[in-house]
Nanobody, 116 residues
């Protein structure tokens, strides 16, 4: 069983920054892919950024140049550094991991609200 626990969400003004953290119950090196998704009000869940094991990062066009995904294997934690935040970034952000046998796991989500 894999557990993912997000933290770091909150209320921030437009143009501000936040860093989200996702602590995994297993070594981050054991996952095929780790990533962040978000679901805004009235919207479907969408990809924000992914970090494949040994691969290149991938970002949604809407966050390129503003968000950065990274991983600290010593802490079993994945981060999402968000800068130049916009009201359109308001959403619940979810951590995602693909484990053995391509099992997919989700965190409980953390709310990010960007005020104008």
């Amino acid at each position: 069983q894999v557990q993912l626990v997000e933290s770091g969400g909150g209320l921030v003004q437009a143009g501000g920054s936040l860093r989200l953290s996702c602590a995994a119950s297993r070594s981050t090196t054991s996952f095929y892919v780790m990533g962040w998704y978000r679901q805004g009000p009235g919207n479907e869940r969408e990809l924000v950024a992914t970090l494949p094991r040994g691969g290149r990062t991938n970002y949604a066009d809407s966050v390129k140049g503003r968000f950065t995904i990274s991983r600290d294997d010593a802490k079993n934690t994945v981060y999402l550094q968000m800068s130049s935040l916009k009201p359109g970034d308001t959403a619940v952000y979810y951590c995602n991991a693909v484990y053995r046998e391509y099992r997919i796991y989700w965190g409980q989500g953390t709310q990010v609200t960007v005020s104008s």
